[in-house]
């Protein structure tokens, strides 16, 4: 990522600029729409980020994490949104929704059967929200708990705890495959 | 099983659950890697468990397909829309 906002910067590349924006862009429209809950809406919010990123290009290289600064850029983008349209002061975590969030296992990767794979999915499905976002924002995004708790604005024991509370809640619902496997090996 | 036993059996699942989340999380360090992978051979479950949480992956044709189209309500001149986050 590195090679491309160094081109971004100071060689005002827009192919540069294009590929970043298509690594990035899915996962900042679904963490957008968490909080906007609907398309057009989180399109507009994550457009935003990346226009103001365009136009403040030559300050790329004093942005520490640019990953979270572009999390932090869509909280930030959607709770202006939120408090224009709604004059309230900021939304609370709890409030988003993460229905739109789906992580399946790769059967691929790793054998079981099919009726595992949906218990999973269910049970990933049903993580309270907050629960959900911090497991996806690590599991699929690739954040590390640190820069989740900055994104988000909450510590990071919190997030700590809320990715041990969807672990154990799979290993509850596994724990019959768990035991099996144990059995087998 | 006596109750100690239970018990102990249960801080060591809490202690790989932890290590886990830490792992995932990108937050482990050398010596807590080497702790959980002992903790792992002597539970197997668990580590299938790891290889099932590591294999978990987004799917985006899923996420566009299954977008809340109840968000969206149709009032004769277009789509509007209506979000109870935003107030439109």
Known sequence: MQPLLHRIQFDNDETAFKEFYKENVFRLFQFAFAFARNKEL???????????????????????????????????TAF????????RKNMGIEEISTDHFYLSPDQEQILMTDELKKQIEQSINQLPP????????IKEDGLSIAEVAVILGISYKTVS????IALKKLALLLQPSLKEHEIKI | MSFFQTNKESMIKSRIVELMAKKIGKEASKDELDELSELLLKNPGYAYLLEIVLSLKGSRNHFERDLPQEELVDHGSGRQIKSPAFGR
């Open chain 1, 80 to 87: 202006n949104y939120s408090r224009k349209n709604t004059g």
């Open chain 1, 42 to 76: 989180s399109e507009e919010i994550v457009n935003d980020v990346f226009l103001k990123l365009w136009q403040h290009r030559s300050k790329l290289n004093k942005i520490k994490n640019i990953q979270v600064y572009l999390y932090v850029s869509v909280k930030n």
């Open chain 1, 130 to 137: 907050k629960c959900k976002l911090v497991f996806k924002m």
């Open chain 1, 161 to 164: 705890t809320q990715l041990s």
